[in-house]
Nanobody
Framework: VQLQASGGGLVQVGDSLTLSCKGS????????VGWVRQAPGKEREHVAA????????RYGDSVKGRFTISRDNAKNTVYLRMSSLKPEDTAVYYC????????????????????WGQGTQVTVSS
C-alpha cells in the first residue's frame, strides 16, 4: 500500500491540528496503521496505532489524552487529531502500515511496520 500523509503546518502552543494519511494501491482495511514521529536529533517515537477495523487504539505516553487516532476505511484514510499541542510535539510525522495483522490487534513497535509514507512537518511555536 502507498501512504500519503498531509495536514502538517505551523501552529501555536495549545492549538489543535489534524493529520491525514491516505492509502492507495491495496485494500486499506487489511492494514493496521500508526503514526510515528521524529524530532531533530531524537529517535523515532511511536505516537499512535489503530487496528484494521479501528476498534482498538494505542498511544504513546507523551500524547495520551491529547491525541486521537481514527480511521475511515471507506475513504482509505487514517487521521491523527492533535490537541493541546506543545513545543515538544514539533517533529516530522510519518504514517506507517502493516499487513497480516490479526483482527483487533495493533502494531506495538514501529519497526514492525512494513509500509511507510513520506513525512509531514508539524511545528509548534511558543
Amino acid at each position: 500500500v502507498q501512504l500519503q500523509a498531509s495536514g502538517g503546518g505551523l501552529v501555536q502552543v495549545g492549538d489543535s491540528l489534524t493529520l491525514s494519511c491516505k492509502g492507495s494501491g491495496d485494500t486499506f482495511s487489511d492494514y493496521a496503521v500508526g503514526w510515528v514521529r521524529q524530532a531533530p536529533g531524537k529517535e523515532r517515537e511511536h505516537v499512535a496505532a489503530i487496528s484494521r477495523a479501528g476498534r482498538v487504539t494505542r498511544y504513546g505516553d507523551s500524547v495520551k489524552g491529547r491525541f486521537t487516532i481514527s480511521r475511515d476505511n471507506a475513504k482509505n484514510t487514517v487521521y491523527l487529531r492533535m490537541s493541546s499541542l506543545k513545543p515538544e510535539d514539533t517533529a516530522v510525522y510519518y504514517c506507517a502500515a502493516r499487513d497480516r495483522v490479526v483482527t483487533g490487534a495493533v502494531v506495538t513497535t514501529f519497526t514492525q511496520y512494513n509500509n511507510w509514507g513520506q513525512g509531514t512537518q508539524v511545528t509548534v511555536s511558543s
